[in-house]
């Protein structure tokens, strides 16, 4: 039963979120306005999230250098990739097919593959909350226009930002004291024991880099993925003319924000949650049209599930191939 509501969850969870991004859309308008796509943008996006894979499969390999592991940059980025095509069935398969395709080609234990996996994530998830920070500072008056609009509308503010900034510093302070005051009592409540439980593996993640032989390369990678991860956005933006305007501090924005979509666990072909987040910020914060917004996410969103399709898929089907060689191998030298 358990099985069933953890996949039957995230595939409700997104169909709401499709449905809430589509419902009002005219899917034949849409497809007009994906015919005036630019092609060299979605290929360069291609190119950008390649580098982003590689530089993953090679930070990995950092991981293992401390337990004596030395698998090939070839296997480990076949491994990556497996892990990605999986995602696009169900929801954090990924993390265990990477860790079995490694198995299957270097023969690197399942656990210790985990492990560094957990670690890894752990880091990423450090880097995402500081570039949360910093793309809100950033977008810091966009979002501030936005909330003033709204509680003007909701009748519970004047739009005064500057009002707007204490309030959000002080309901910010006040949460965080009281998550301090009483956090064993919190700690009970099954969700915000995964928060902290989580939150202490940021810290173990965040401390393991600091017993890696290279940390300074390991860090250069961590670099390298999310300013790949950056310029996908931002080339994503140049696929249409009317989002080609938004410019960089847009694109930093709408990274945090699809990464959010990106987060939630529902099948990778299906989507939903980027699809709505993006094209609502599209919409709300930078008041772009609805159905152009719907086309610009969508292409954006399904242009890298179908190069993720592509190669995601070969790379699981050549980790198969190679092992089966490899086993041939070993039978025929005995």
Request: aromatic share 12%; proline share 3%.
């Given at each position: ?11 409700l969870l ?20 994906m ?26 390999n ?8 030395q698998?090939?940059v ?6 990556v ?7 696009l ?13 490694l ?7 399942v656990?210790?593959s985990?492990?560094?996996?957990i670690a ?30 709204v509680?003007?509308?909701?009748g519970?503010?004047t739009?005064?930002s500057?009002n ?14 009281i ?15 995964k ?25 250069f990678?961590?670099?390298i993925?999310?300013?790949c ?15 080609s ?9 709408l ?13 990778g ?16 914060l930078?008041l772009k ?30 980790t198969?191939?190679?092992t ?11």
């Amino acid at each position: 039963m358990k099985k069933i509501l953890g996949y039957t969850i995230p595939l409700l969870l997104a169909a709401l979120l499709l449905w809430y991004a589509y419902k009002d859309i005219d899917f034949g308008q849409m497809l007009q306005n994906m015919k005036q796509a630019h092609l060299l943008p979605i290929f360069t996006t291609l190119i950008t999230t390649v580098v982003a894979h590689l530089a993953r499969a090679l930070r990995w390999n950092l991981l293992f250098q401390p337990l004596g592991y030395q698998p090939s940059v070839k296997n480990s980025f076949l491994a990556v990739m497996s892990g990605y095509f999986a995602n696009l069935i169900i929801p954090r398969a990924g993390e265990i097919t990477r860790c079995t395709a490694l198995f299957a080609s270097e023969k690197i234990p399942v656990q210790t593959s985990v492990g560094s996996v957990i670690a890894e994530r752990g880091l990423d998830l450090i880097v995402f909350g500081i570039l949360t920070l910093c793309a809100f500072g950033i977008e810091y008056q966009v979002l501030v226009n936005f909330i003033a609009d709204v509680s003007i509308k909701l009748g519970i503010g004047t739009g005064n930002s500057s009002n707007l900034k204490w309030i959000i510093l002080g309901t910010v302070t006040i949460i965080s004291v009281i998550a301090s005051i009483f956090r064993k009592r919190l700690s009970q409540i099954p969700l915000i024991a995964k928060i902290f439980e989580l939150a202490a593996g940021f810290l173990e993640g965040l401390l393991s880099v600091t017993k890696l032989q290279k940390p300074v390369l390991f860090v250069f990678y961590t670099f390298i993925i999310w300013i790949c991860y950056f310029l996908t956005t931002y080339f994503s933006l140049l696929i249409f003319d009317f989002t080609s305007d938004l410019g960089f501090k847009a694109a930093f924005l709408l990274l945090v924000i699809g990464s959010f979509g990106i987060i939630l666990p529902v099948p990778g072909a299906v989507g939903g949650p980027f699809q709505a987040f993006v094209s609502s910020a599209l919409v709300l914060l930078y008041l772009k049209d609805e159905s152009l917004s719907v086309t610009a996410a969508t292409t954006m969103y399904y242009s890298q599930q179908f190069f993720t399709v592509v190669l995601g898929g070969l790379s699981y089907l050549a980790t198969v191939i190679l092992t089966n060689q490899a086993i041939s191998t070993d039978e025929k030298s005995i």
